[in-house]
């Protein structure tokens, strides 16, 4: 999440939440678990690629903008318990 509202491109392994906040190939990029020459090529790849960390960066920037600030959070759960409510109404 930090990476996302830093403007960073993400390097990670696609375990547990993180492919909620990576989107491979487009804010960055998956490597398989346990697998440190992957991790490395990809590192190096980001590290090496001014234009890719850029635009990455912005994407990944643009994502947290778009689902995780403190406003998307509370919007969402000010229409769940509306849901809810109306569940409960009917």
Known sequence: ME???AGLPIVCTDHGALNESAIDGWNGFFVPQHDSVAIAL???QVLSDDTLRQVMGERSRALYNARFTLEHFVSQWVELVKSCVDDCSS
């Open 3 to 5: 990476a996302l509202a």
């Open 42 to 44: 990809r590192l190096q």
